[in-house]
Nanobody, 124 residues
Framework: QVQLVESGGGLVQAGDSLRLSCVAS????????MGWFRQAAGKEREFVAA????????YYEDSAKGRFTISRDTAKSTVYLQMNSLEPEDTAVYYC?????????????????WGQGTQVTVSS
């Protein structure tokens, strides 16, 4: 079992930056691939970014490429999502997720554990 707790969300203006954090506890974190998803009001949850167990492979949804960076600190059992040049369209609840697998995936169903989410609101 893995427990995930996100933090770092908030209200910002367009063009600002935020860094989301997700702290994992429970079973070994170092062998889990991790991902970030988001869900805007009235929309389905969508993939944002993923990172493999080693941190050496990352994968991004097209709108996140060049603006968002996913990283992990195994010593702290934490995965981060650095978000730059935020846009109103990035407004959503952001969820951290963990796989019982070492490789990246953009598939919602590939993730076994989920955090409670953190709200990001970007005003224009």
């Amino acid at each position: 079992q893995v427990q995930l707790v996100e933090s770092g969300g908030g209200l910002v203006q367009a063009g600002d930056s935020l860094r989301l954090s997700c702290v994992a506890s429970g079973r070994t974190f170092s062998s889990n691939a991790m991902g970030w998803f988001r869900q805007a009001a009235g929309k389905e949850r969508e993939f944002v970014a993923a990172i493999d167990w080693s941190g050496g492979i990352t994968y991004y949804e097209d709108s996140a490429k060049g603006r968002f960076t996913i990283s992990r600190d195994t010593a702290k059992s934490t995965v981060y999502l650095q978000m730059n040049s935020l846009e109103p369209e990035d407004t959503a609840v952001y969820y951290c997720a963990a796989r019982s697998h070492t490789g990246v995936s953009a598939n919602y169903n590939a993730y076994d554990y989920w955090g409670q989410g953190t709200q990001v609101t970007v005003s224009s």
